[in-house]
């Protein structure tokens, strides 16, 4: 009489997290890897073994969710310099942290996250401070509405809250309009003549302009300027 086997057990949730870990750990997967790759990486693993995997790896800080280039999800380990930022917090912070990682480089306002976290003024002030101390979030003034916006601290805040490259705070600065016009006029002057391309190339270069990424609209405009002044003509090739 043969005797019955007991049914062999699949890995756990907490071995799938280690071999998630592992996994992600691998050098070109150090900026996030994707669902269907971890998936194809754990072989016959049950999805929603993966699913638990990575949600309790989120919960213990130590995998992060981020978009991809092509709109998929990738999950990436946190550094230790990141999980030693979020050592400590308490649910209040993380709330507060998804909110304003939610809101990207638009930013939110007290008065949002105030609602959206359902807290009060003083606790969220305190829970502020919290993460700007740890670098997490920073403030950034509207130039638009003059009030406090926060972002994540290593995001850079869109044109619709800073006003674009020529605004310095809430002023328009006119000095660094001069000194691109200036600029752009000493390489055509120079060529003899030069595209908008070239010109931006040339500002780039330069260093001019320090903690701010000039776009190619921007050199149009000081172009367009010129152009309006008298100081240079637009020519077609």
């Known amino acids: 009489m043969s005797a019955a086997k007991r049914p062999r057990k699949g890995p756990n949730v907490k071995e799938i997290a280690e071999q998630i870990v592992r996994v992600c750990s691998a050098p070109e997967n150090r900026k996030g890897c994707a669902q ?24 213990q800080n130590k995998l992060v969710p981020c978009p991809g280039h092509d709109g998929k999800m990738l999950f990436r380990l946190k550094t230790a310099e990141e999980v030693a930022k979020f050592q400590g ?40 401070k919290t993460l700007e101390t740890r670098k997490l979030v920073r403030p950034v003034k509207s130039m638009n509405k003059n009030k406090k916006m ?36 000493a390489i055509i002057i120079r060529e003899d003549s030069a595209s908008a391309q070239k ?34 003509e637009k020519a077609r090739d």
Do not use: C, W
Not at 40 to 58: H, Y
């Open 36 to 59: 269907d790759d971890l998936e194809s990486a754990l072989g016959n693993t049950a999805k929603d073994v993966i699913l638990q995997a990575l949600n309790l790896l989120i919960k």
């Open 199 to 232: 010109v931006h190339e040339f500002i780039e270069q330069s260093g001019l302009v320090h903690g701010k990424q000039l776009e190619m609209s921007d050199i149009t405009s000081v172009l367009d300027t010129l152009v309006y002044d008298g100081r240079i």
């Open 89 to 128: 917090l308490v649910a209040e912070d993380m709330l507060v942290y998804q909110e304003v990682e939610r809101a990207g480089t638009s930013g939110i306002s007290t008065k949002d996250l105030s609602t959206r976290a359902n807290l009060q003024p003083p606790q969220l002030t305190k829970v502020l």
């Open 150 to 185: 926060y972002l994540l601290y290593d995001l850079e805040a869109s044109r619709e809250i800073t006003g674009g490259t020529f605004y310095s705070g809430q002023e328009f600065d006119h000095e660094l309009i001069i000194r691109l016009q200036e600029a752009a006029l």
